[in-house]
């Protein structure tokens, strides 16, 4: 079983960036693929960005110029530094893993509570 738990979400005026961190536990050593996916009021929930234990990083092409995910693998946690926030970033964003394989539009077997992001003036 892996524990995924979500920070660093908040309100930011558009511009602004936020940094969300998402610490593994359980069997957090084994987790092959993390990731982060977002969910927006009335919408899909879709993928944000991935990366594997090797480093091999997905994003969604909307957001490469603007966010950029990290993974600490001492630290079983993954980022997602989110820079020049837009109102249409208000979502929720949750934290996704995988013990097996990489995590693209499919999501991962194990989901985080997600951290509320709120982008308005």
């Known amino acids: 079983q892996v524990r995924l738990v979500e920070s660093g979400g908040g309100l930011v005026q558009p511009g602004g960036s936020l940094r969300l961190s998402c610490v593994a536990s359980?069997?957090?050593?084994?987790?092959?693929?993390m990731a982060w996916f977002r969910q927006a009021p009335g919408k899909e929930r879709e993928l944000v960005a991935s990366?594997?234990?090797?480093?091999?990083?997905n994003y969604l092409d909307s957001m490469k110029d603007r966010f950029s995910i990290s993974r600490d693998n001492a630290k079983n946690t993954v980022y997602l530094q989110m820079n020049g926030l837009k109102h249409e970033d208000t979502a929720i964003y949750y934290c996704n893993a995988d013990l097996e394989r990489a995590i693209a539009h499919v999501p991962g077997y194990y989901w985080g509570h997600g951290t509320q992001v709120t982008v308005s003036s």
């Open positions: 359980g069997s957090a050593s084994n987790i092959y693929a």
């Open positions: 990366i594997t234990k090797g480093g091999s990083i």
